[in-house]
């Protein structure tokens, strides 16, 4: 997925606000999902709602107002409950990594309480993951 920044996305010095990568990392996970047939929508009309119970980032150069970030991203740990998602995000044109960063999501009843995701999602991320 590549997310291209905005003037919106930065401080007053043209650099990404840092809590908007976690806006990306969002973004990238809805698109991984999606891509491999997991509709979020879907999910939450089912009743399983997303919620994100530990994020970690590393930030590890700026980047900058005009310039085009490329994340990639993988699932690792995938139970009946949870999925961990890893990020890494690269300047398109010098591959310069931005930013690393994971987050570990439950899957609840949008009340607080954890459920259990659907075998077959389970089975299918699982054997797509690669370990974080």
């Known amino acids: 997925m590549e997310v291209k920044i905005y003037y919106?996305?930065?401080d007053c010095g043209g650099v990404v606000y840092y809590a908007n990568y976690l806006k990306y990392f969002e973004r990238a996970?809805?698109?991984?999902?999606?891509m491999r047939g997991y509709s979020v929508a879907a999910?939450?009309?089912q009743g399983v709602i997303f919620?994100?119970?530990r994020a970690e980032v590393d930030y590890c150069s700026p980047g900058r107002y005009g310039e085009t970030l490329v994340v990639e991203t993988d699932v690792?740990?995938?139970t009946r409950a949870a999925l961990t998602f890893s990020h890494v995000l690269r300047e398109k044109v010098s591959g310069r990594v931005v930013v690393k960063g994971s987050a570990r999501l439950a899957a609840t009843d949008g009340n607080g309480k954890v459920v259990r995701l659907d075998g077959a999602m389970v089975?299918?991320?699982q054997s797509?993951?690669?370990?974080s």
Do not use: F, I, Q
């Open 8 to 10: 919106e996305d930065t």
């Open 29 to 34: 996970r809805t698109e991984y999902l999606e």
């Open 43 to 45: 999910l939450m009309k």
């Open 51 to 53: 919620v994100v119970v």
């Open 76 to 78: 690792g740990d995938v």
């Open 123 to 125: 089975a299918a991320l």
């Open 128 to 131: 797509a993951s690669h370990p």
